[in-house]
């Protein structure tokens, strides 16, 4: 196994049996593409279509392109796999750069999930959700299903807002609006990490007057966690799976039925079985179409389909709803 966690002392030793062709099958992150392999015979790339496969500090490279490059110059297979391909991917397949392989159907007796859009027009949300939606998510809890919530903001809410004279707390460094974390009681950069204690009053005028804007996945929890009290709920976000072991252990919790609604951020989307989970929610859709990532239509499609492999993925039905003020 490779990875920026293994220690140097491991990685010397690994790196000698590499070059010795004593290890024989490496598993690793991006990094394992520039390993001195002798004898390399075959590459595969797991979800190829991942942002976390381009390198964007000190030394600048996309992994997959790095993989198809090796591949090339030592005249070996590479697989590319994934269920979202990227664009350009598709396009190499769709033109016959590539072999196009393609997994028509789902493991065992599972069958596609339904996809719905439900329009917020006019609608007053909780929590960001449909009232509609909130029963029916009320209805597969009493089923005995589990119903995951996807958001793409971690933390309580992503702005703080004076509503005296309108200032907005902002990370001086980045010129970012800090994000404010509640259950740390403090306002954090997601953009350079620097933080800051929670204040109960504005900076700039000193009012009392100030307020959270948006949604993010603890004020999400908090909300369906007080809304149906008789059921457990729990927050899958890189803040709520720090250490080495939690997001394993949560994994865990969740298969065993511990907790009924799942509340997250990408972390939850890709590669999990939750083979009781029959309804998937995906939040905040419209700030994927207004993005100024050229590639946020793309990604979203991705998201989509990701999501929709979470749900009914065994003898249960699944269902996949979109909330978006874009439907008419």
């Keep these: 196994?490779?990875?920026?966690?293994?220690?140097?002392?491991?990685?010397?030793?690994?790196?000698?049996?590499?070059?010795?062709?004593?290890?024989?099958?490496?598993?690793?992150?991006?990094?394992?593409?520039?390993?001195?392999?002798?004898?390399?015979?075959?590459?595969?790339?797991?979800?190829?279509?991942?942002?976390?496969?381009?390198?964007?500090?000190?030394?600048?490279?996309?992994?997959?392109?790095?993989?198809?490059?090796?591949?090339?110059?030592?005249?070996?297979?590479?697989?590319?796999?994934?269920?979202?391909?990227?664009?350009?991917?598709?396009?190499?397949?769709?033109?016959?750069?590539?072999?196009?392989l393609i997994l028509a159907q789902r493991a065992g007796s599972a069958?596609?999930?339904?996809?719905?859009?439900?329009?917020?027009?006019?609608?007053?949300?909780?929590?960001?959700?449909?009232?509609?939606m909130m029963m029916r998510i009320e209805q597969q809890l009493k089923a005995g299903n589990q119903v995951l919530i996807y958001v793409n903001r971690r933390g309580y809410a992503p702005a703080l807002i004076c509503e005296q004279c309108g200032h907005v707390e902002t990370c001086l460094d980045c010129d970012n609006p800090f994000t404010v974390h509640l259950s740390a009681h403090n306002l954090q950069c997601h953009r350079c990490g620097k933080f800051e204690p929670y204040q109960h009053s504005c900076k700039k005028c000193h009012s009392k007057n100030v307020s959270t804007q948006g949604i993010g996945t603890e004020q999400i929890q908090q909300i369906l966690a007080k809304r149906f009290s008789d059921y457990s709920c729990v927050r899958i976000d890189s803040d709520s799976t720090r250490g080495k072991r939690k997001l394993n252990e949560l994994l865990s919790e969740i298969n065993q039925n511990k907790h009924q609604l799942l509340v997250g951020t990408q972390i939850l989307s890709k590669g999990h079985h939750f083979p009781n989970v029959t309804l998937a929610l995906i939040l905040n859709v419209d700030s994927f179409l207004f993005s100024s990532d050229y590639r946020a239509p793309e990604k979203l499609a991705q998201l989509v389909t990701q999501l929709s492999g979470r749900a009914g993925r065994e003898n249960k039905p699944g269902e996949v709803w979109l909330q978006s003020y874009q439907v008419g």
């Design 1 to 100: 196994i490779w990875h920026s966690k293994i220690t140097p002392k491991n990685k010397r030793i690994m790196w000698k049996g590499i070059i010795e062709n004593k290890i024989r099958l490496i598993v690793g992150a991006r990094s394992a593409l520039l390993l001195p392999f002798k004898k390399l015979g075959l590459i595969v790339v797991d979800e190829e279509h991942d942002e976390s496969y381009k390198q964007q500090d000190k030394l600048r490279y996309h992994a997959r392109d790095i993989a198809a490059y090796r591949a090339n110059q030592y005249n070996i297979p590479l697989v590319l796999g994934t269920a979202t391909p990227s664009l350009e991917s598709l396009h190499n397949a769709l033109s016959h750069k590539y072999r196009h």
């Design 111 to 132: 069958s596609m999930p339904t996809q719905h859009l439900i329009d917020l027009g006019g609608q007053v949300l909780d929590a960001g959700i449909a009232p509609s």
